[in-house]
């Protein structure tokens, strides 16, 4: 499991690389937060090589959108696969974040 | 020399007894491992990639976490009795336990949706057919999973 981050114009693009779970949540969260402390504004997560996601990975993605929308920003994700739809249906996550099919799509509209 | 014999899922049972240190670090493998027997039995993809792997994950970071106070020299044992209709897992940490129903909460309501924590139990609840705790010498948390083709 890893993370991949990586600048595409304006938008800090993180690639997940394997599972988010409770035992790497934290360098994500410490990851994007340096980013943001940079002066980063556009998240974009890339769930396309991610297995599955617990419950305090679920937390982490709530908590640093919170931190992006208080610095005027936000955090978008894409290419999330039929289960973690479903993950994210059933904790109405689906709810709080933008969700594009893909890494481009999410790209044009951002 | 004789052949081996084909694996026959209507007759076979797989029954294992795993124990890790209390470390996060573990959880990945004891998912993997498990998976991979449900595998065996052709449980379909939904389960062996959503259900099995977040519901163990979620027990196993609850054992570690907070019955074992993340102490490591505290140990968690893992049962997994698998047949061609239905999963059990067993979870036994050297807590205290705790009352499930008390501590479970509605992660989706208005007030707690933007909460970093409280999804945990929620998504045991959802993602298995039946979820028990129990003392045996600890706090042990059973799920049963029955297969849904």
Redo the contacts between chains.
């Keep these: 499991m890893s993370f991949a981050i990586k600048k595409q114009g304006e938008i800090v693009v993180v690639d997940v690389e394997g599972q988010l779970i409770v035992g790497n949540r934290q360098e994500l969260k410490q990851r994007v937060l340096d980013e943001l402390e940079k002066g980063e504004r556009r998240f974009l997560i890339d769930f396309s090589q991610t297995g599955y996601i617990d419950s305090s990975g679920l937390g982490v993605l709530v908590s640093l959108s919170k931190k992006i929308r208080e610095q005027g920003g936000e955090l978008r994700l894409a290419n999330l696969n039929d289960d973690l739809k479903t993950l994210f249906e059933l904790t109405k996550l689906d709810t709080l974040f933008q969700i594009s099919d893909t890494k481009e799509r999410a790209l044009e509209t951002f | 020399m004789s052949s081996p014999l084909p694996f026959a899922p209507g007759r076979v049972h797989i029954a294992l007894e795993l124990e890790i240190p209390s470390d996060?670090?573990y959880?990945?493998r004891v998912v993997e491992i498990v998976a991979r027997q449900c595998a065996q039995f052709a449980y379909p993809?939904?389960q062996t990639?959503?259900n099995i792997?977040?519901a163990l994950?979620?027990a196993l970071?609850n054992a570690i976490?907070r019955g074992n106070g993340d102490r490591s020299d505290k140990y968690v044992q893992v049962k997994v009795d698998v047949t061609q209709d239905r999963l059990i897992l067993e979870v036994l940490d050297e807590g205290l336990g705790f009352n499930f129903e008390e501590c479970l909460q509605d992660?989706?309501e208005p007030d707690n949706?933007?909460?970093?924590?409280?999804?945990?139990l929620?998504?045991m609840t959802?993602?298995m057919d039946r979820i028990e705790r129990f003392s045996n010498h600890g706090n042990v948390i059973r799920m049963t999973l029955r297969r849904h083709d």
């Design positions: 996060v670090r959880i990945e993809q939904r990639c959503l792997p977040v994950s979620e970071s976490l992660p989706t949706i933007e909460r970093e924590d409280g999804r945990g929620f998504l959802r993602l």
